[in-house]
């Protein structure tokens, strides 16, 4: 079952974000999700087996410059994560479809994503939910003395 996600279930959201960016905070993510679920502008997801959470999708709507993009606003996926032992079922796609919709109701044209250049794992989703690789770039900061 996949359902938008209440209030009490930001720590659920938070739990599987988790896994996702595990270099965060649970109680600074839970926090996070909490506001995230009464924004307008962003819709977080939750898929569960019986009642417990094997997946999750945060997407919103951004309406600055997305990279590869012509219109505005976007619809953006922030984060996807289902639980290993769950992939390979469909999830990710039915929570991607559901994100999809969701931003077309908004008025959005376009939808996008990003990872890390070096998440294969990634990639590879990405390419199999029906995304079109835009563009790489490598970032890069300088301490200033």
């Known amino acids: 079952m996949i359902r938008q996600a209440k209030k009490e279930e ?14 965060n905070d649970l ?6 999700f909490d506001a995230l ?12 087996d019986d009642k417990c959470a094997v997946g999750f999708a945060h997407c919103q709507l951004r309406d600055d410059y997305v990279e590869g993009t012509e219109t505005s606003p976007v619809g953006y996926m ?13 999830i990710a796609k039915k929570l991607m479809a559901r994100c999809e919709q969701w931003a077309k109701n908004q008025q959005c044209q376009e939808f996008a994503s990003d990872c890390e250049l070096t998440n294969d794992d990634s990639i590879t989703m990405h390419r199999k939910l029906g995304f ?10 300088k301490r200033l003395r």
């Open 132 to 141: 079109i690789e835009a563009n790489r770039i490598v970032c890069f900061t």
């Open 10 to 23: 930001a720590m659920h959201a938070a739990e599987l974000a988790l896994l996702l960016w595990p270099d």
């Open 27 to 32: 109680a600074e993510l839970t926090a996070e």
């Open 78 to 90: 922030e984060g996807l994560y289902v639980r290993e032992a769950y992939r390979m079922n469909g």
């Open 37 to 48: 679920i009464d924004d307008d502008e962003v819709l977080v997801l939750l898929a569960f």
